[in-house]
Every structure is written in structure tokens, then in C-alpha cells.
């Protein structure tokens, strides 16, 4: 990408997120911040619990998000979200209006197997029929890109920064 972007990883749990963020971020030379690391104690404990989060759990997790975005502007980053829904990528952009987009979207039963494959993630797998249920893919309107998460990291970054070199141009 030409200019220093803050590159939003979303997509339902199980996608790759935290392995794809960090990889992208180093491809692209720009530091990687972990979203979960933003969420706030009580929202760890709901998940943990197997209890989906709601909007106003979001919030206060959104905005931190927003706020490590925006001190970014015009250095770049990558961070991980799951930005499922279009207000909460709205929210996204109010804390950092330059934030672009990479959707991981992917097959359910392969994104299952990789959630269960995980160890010591506070995301059950029984939540991921809520991630779907909720999920509002990108519209045109939002700058961003989709890519697939199969194949191995490495191919999936390889995808990730040539489809976002193709929306830089």
C-alpha cells in the first residue's frame, strides 16, 4: 500500500485473526496490535462463559480499538477486530476515519475445526453459530477487501496484501 493505513483483520472467530494480523503487519512493515487484548475483563469472563457479547459490551472495546487506530493515522498498523457488524466497523471509523477493511471469510466447517483445534482461546466453538448470525459482510460503500482463509498463513497473506495493494491503486 502506498500510504500508511490502519488495517482492520475482522471476520468471525476462528478465522485467523491473530495469526493473520501479525504476519500482514509484517509484510506491510507496520506494528500489529491484538484486539482481544482490548476487550475489558468482564467481556473475557462472558465469552468464557459461552454467553455472546452484546452491543453494549462492544462498546467500550470498539472505542479503545478506535482510539489505538487513531494514534496510528498516517504511521499505519494492523490490528484484529471481529467488526461483525457494519455499525461496529462504523465506530471503527468514527475513532479512525482512514481504517481499511480485511474481511477473513472462509467455509464454516473448516473455520469449526480450526476453532476447536485451538488451545487456550476464551472463544468456545458453540459461539460461532452468534458469529455467523451476526456477521454483516463489507458493503461497497466501506473500503476493504475479502479474502479466503484457506490454505496455509502464509498463502493467506500473500492474498491479503495483493488484494490490499489492488484497492490502494
Request: glycine fraction near 10%; proline fraction near 7%.
Amino acid at each position: 500500500m502506498s500510504t500508511p493505513h490502519v488495517v482492520v483483520v475482522m471476520g468471525v472467530a476462528g478465522t485467523g485473526k491473530t495469526t493473520i494480523g501479525p504476519l500482514l503487519a509484517d509484510a506491510l512493515g507496520v506494528p500489529y496490535a491484538e484486539g482481544d487484548d482490548f476487550h475489558p475483563p468482564a467481556n473475557i469472563a462472558k465469552m468464557s462463559a459461552g454467553t455472546p457479547l452484546d452491543d453494549d459490551d462492544r462498546r467500550p472495546w470498539l472505542d479503545a480499538i478506535g482510539r489505538w487506530a487513531h494514534g496510528r493515522a498516517g504511521l499505519g498498523g494492523v490490528v484484529s477486530s471481529s467488526a461483525l457488524k457494519r455499525a461496529y466497523r462504523d465506530r471503527l471509523r468514527d475513532g479512525a476515519p482512514g481504517a481499511v477493511f480485511l474481511h477473513l471469510t472462509g467455509d464454516r466447517a473448516l473455520i469449526e475445526r480450526r476453532m476447536a483445534d485451538r488451545k487456550g482461546h476464551f472463544m468456545p466453538t458453540a459461539l460461532l453459530d452468534s458469529q455467523f448470525a451476526t456477521l454483516q459482510p463489507l458493503q461497497d460503500d466501506e473500503a476493504g477487501v475479502a479474502v479466503d482463509v484457506s490454505g496455509t498463513p502464509e498463502e493467506i497473506t500473500e492474498r491479503a496484501v495483493a488484494a490490499l495493494r489492488r484497492l490502494a491503486n
